[in-house]
């Protein structure tokens, strides 16, 4: 293979990837993507919140959730700015922060209806595309790592058991002022589960070239610290003078 004329000489600079990490609700991939994207310097895209926003404004203007083509036409007109302020991932949509709104269980159980109509999915897929363009995104949610960005430099599939998962969303719950319950939340964690890894369009699973990851009995910094090593390592091939896998990639 010929080499490029005139490479400059040191290391090669780390190019920003994308960075793809889906799983269950509860699993801890929020927070997880968050520091991650803090750590290295990136945007965080969470595809959830594009979900839960077009649940909300279908709320709000009276478009029922199972009506696939009106959430659809929501999400296409959707306009939505993600920024990190203070160290939270908040979320504009028409200029109006709208971060605690899209949190609430009844906004919860709208974004897993909405979400299971491929109208809706495919509406979003582009913006989840122009969000990314540029590179350097950790994008979170289901299919980041199958469907919308299949050729994500780095991929993690974060999962645990749904007891762990339950406890650890009805705690986040009950901490922003929810009236929380254990078991309604088991309840719903299950459902969820159920229709995310059930619908016919983009379910929950793990793309093939993902690492899987199980949080049950992981620190949240671990699971950051495993994320990330590999994350250098793929910023530093995509970097590299030579092909993946060249022998520049180390430290
Ligand atoms: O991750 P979350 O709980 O904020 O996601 C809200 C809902 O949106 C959830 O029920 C699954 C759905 N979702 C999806 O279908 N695809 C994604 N890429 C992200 C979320």
Redesign the pocket.
Known sequence: MTSPPGPPSGPAPNTRVVVAI?GP?GAG??SAARELARRLGYTLL???????TVALFARRRGVDWDDATGCAKLASDLQVEFRLEDGENRVFAFGEDVSAA?RSADV?EG??R???HPEV?RALLDL?RRLAREGGVVA?????GTV?FPDAAAKFFLTADPGVRARRRYEELAAAGEDADYHATFADIER?DA??TG?AE?P?TQAADARRIDSTELGPDEVVETMLREVRDREARAGGTGPQGSEDASE
Do not use: H
């Open positions: 889906d609700a991939k929020s969470d595809t959830g919140a594009l979900y839960r899209i919860s974004s897993s909405v979400s299971s999915r989840q979170e949610g289901r299919d980041v919308v969820r229709r995310d619908r983009a929950l």
